[in-house]
């Protein structure tokens, strides 16, 4: 375990470091007086936004829709297994992390996906697939808090830092498209 306290505190502070980093670029002013309410924005860029007909690409691919879906919820119940042993959480591991292995199969076998990739794509999809399949077999009980610990190493090195980032600036499109009077649109 304390592998994955180490690992844990310098994902926090490259992480931390990062978002300072981002934040030093500072604020963009806006001239145009608000139409609309940044919180507004904010609550619908997380709620109504992120609902599969609100989003062209999810409407074309419902099955990469929920297979994302369930990659991301077998990794954050492989987190959680780690401190709580359970069936359920070890059960949505393997969801997870066949899901992963889904998407893999579809990033290499799809020409223009495959272009579109690099090391980088490859790499964190294998290392988070791993950890959630590790988590899922209580067989590999010893080597759960290294998978762990390897995961929270890479995050922010690669684009699963995405875990941080993709909040932060989902909150700042809900934010200036709500003061733009934007979101959430018009009924």
Same mark, same amino acid.
């Given at each position: 375990?304390? $592998?994955? =306290?180490? +690992?844990? !505190?310098? %994902? #926090? @502070? /490259?992480?931390?470091?990062?978002?300072?980093?981002?934040?030093?670029?500072?604020?963009?002013?806006?001239?145009?007086?608000?139409?609309?309410?940044?919180?507004?924005?904010?609550?619908?860029?997380?709620?109504?936004?992120?609902?599969?007909?609100?989003?062209?690409?999810?409407?074309?691919?419902?099955?990469s829709y929920a297979a994302g879906?369930?990659?991301?919820?077998?990794?954050?119940?492989?987190?959680?297994?780690?401190?709580v042993p359970s069936?359920?959480?070890?059960?949505? $591991?393997? =969801?997870? +992390?066949? !899901?992963? %292995? #889904? @998407? /893999?199969?579809?990033?290499?076998?799809?020409?223009?996906?495959?272009?579109?990739?690099?090391?980088?794509?490859?790499?964190?999809?294998?290392?988070?697939?791993?950890?959630?399949?590790?988590?899922?077999?209580?067989?590999?009980?010893?080597?759960?808090?290294?998978?762990?610990?390897?995961?929270?190493?890479?995050?922010?090195?690669?684009?699963?830092?995405?875990?941080?980032?993709?909040?932060?600036?989902?909150?700042?499109?809900?934010?200036?498209?709500?003061?733009?009077?934007?979101?959430?649109?018009? +009924?």
């Open positions: 375990m304390n $592998a994955v =306290l180490v +690992a844990g !505190a310098w %994902c #926090a @502070l /490259l992480l931390a470091a990062q978002v300072l980093r981002a934040r030093a670029y500072g604020r963009k002013p806006l001239f145009a007086p608000a139409a609309g309410s940044p919180a507004a924005g904010a609550r619908y860029a997380f709620t109504g936004a992120m609902l599969p007909w609100a989003k062209e690409s999810v409407r074309m691919n419902p099955a879906i369930a990659y991301h919820l077998g990794i954050a119940a492989a987190f959680a297994r780690v401190l069936r359920l959480l070890s059960a949505l $591991a393997l =969801l997870g +992390a066949a !899901a992963g %292995c #889904a @998407l /893999l199969v579809k990033r290499i076998a799809k020409p223009h996906l495959r272009g579109l990739s690099n090391a980088d794509d490859f790499a964190s999809n294998l290392l988070a697939t791993a950890f959630a399949a590790t988590a899922a077999v209580p067989a590999a009980e010893r080597i759960l808090p290294w998978a762990c610990a390897a995961l929270l190493v890479y995050i922010p090195l690669g684009k699963i830092r995405h875990c941080v980032f993709f909040f932060l600036s989902r909150y700042h499109l809900g934010a200036f498209f709500g003061r733009r009077g934007t979101f959430p649109p018009a +009924a």
